[in-house]
């Protein structure tokens, strides 16, 4: 029902679209309107042995490309043909018949988010009437098959080369009262990174769901090696909807490696009271505990309590903003107290981070992010005879350029700057990153 859905309506939808904004342009190539027109009257199996003929020749060129790609659809080389829809929007992206086309492929091969995304851009741009109905039969489709099926999943892979210049996050030079080693002094390396992330959720109602993910990350130093890390963190629970608030209910747990030996495991347990303020902002407010036990240095145990506030606005205007803020507070105490505990687990800590994020070109994503912390330690250190004060600061921006087939380029660049009154724990550190990810 659904692929007769498919060919049928959109068959349809071609002959009240006006081709002329479309393909036909004062050189309109002879071939390529023989192609259009072997579309037009449906004949797509003639179409598509056409399209492949030409492809070499016009491969790239989006009036050939458009027809392709509804001609490979329709005879079942559905990767293929969006592959082509999507080169068109890269060149046009109000192209609305390549975008309808595209949504037709996402929902063909069960896409049903991506299809969705699809068919309600186009529904932005005030379709004619009978496209309004045709589409939303495609998404009462896509409601039913979400009814019958309440699992969802899915995930990214991210793979980066980047440059540290601050790997141990240590002061660049010596200090006056201690004399440190050339290994504990600051100093950079490149890296190659890895981070793998998925999610599933089971919708056990129309109100309550449980979730799961998982998040693993390695970085591997060029000649630092004693610096790579592994860090695999892990969260599952449950979410309730209630008009516009939203409840959540997690366990949480990590474990993070430092040159393959154990390092440091938490143990968690949080809490989320998301609001909708409307349909354009939300406010979310947080509740985390957190149990941090460390391999090799018992006198770091500690307990961590911190309650969060953030708010996020969606924007108006031609470059989508996204705008996002917060602030925080906690508490981490030491299961053991002692000299060492005391002067460097035990504080109390508070910031907040605000940022944005705008969307210039389409499929062009940009990130800026500032952070600031303050920590004040309780206990006197036993060497400088003070206690300790942080003030911590780190301004990060990320770009992401989406490709073809779910791949996007990304890039950062990201400066964190710790000021103490303690000399040992000053340091600047400066990281960037270029790479891909891969959305599943």
Known sequence: MAGALGVNHFKRYLSFVSFSLLVSTAQADTQIEQLTSLVNQGDMAAAYDLAQQLQPEYEGDPAFDLQYGIAAIDNGDIGQGMFALERVLVLRPDMHLARLELARGYFLQGNDLRAKEQ???????????????????????????????????????????????????????????????????????????????????????????????????????????????????????????????????????????????????SYGVGGQWTYALSKTAIVTTSLDYSQLDYDTADWKDSDLVSLGVNGVIVGNGHWTPVYFAGGFAGREKPDSPGVLADAGVDRLFFGGHIGARIEPYDGLQLTTTLVAQRSNYRGTDFIYNIRRDDNYLALALDASWKLPHDWRFISGISYSRNDSNIELHDYDRTQVRLGVQYQF
């Open 119 to 265: 068919f309600n851009a186009v529904l932005e741009n005030n379709p004619p009437p009978k496209v309004v109905d045709q589409i939303q039969a495609f998404l009462n489709l896509i409601a039913s098959r979400a009814e019958k099926s309440r699992w969802s999943a899915g995930g990214s892979l991210q793979l980066a080369w980047g440059y540290d210049d601050n790997i141990n996050a240590a002061p660049e030079s010596q200090t006056t009262v201690v004399t440190l080693s050339d290994t504990a002094l600051g100093r950079g390396d490149q890296f190659t990174t890895m981070k793998l992330n998925g999610h599933a959720e089971y919708q056990a109602t129309k109100a309550q769901s449980w979730f799961g993910n998982a998040t693993l990350e390695s970085r591997w130093y060029a000649d630092e090696d004693p610096q790579d890390f592994r860090n695999l963190r892990g969260l599952v629970g449950s979410r309730w909807l209630d008009g516009r608030n939203r409840y959540q209910l997690a366990l949480n747990a990590q474990n993070y490696q430092l040159d393959n030996n154990d390092y440091r495991d």
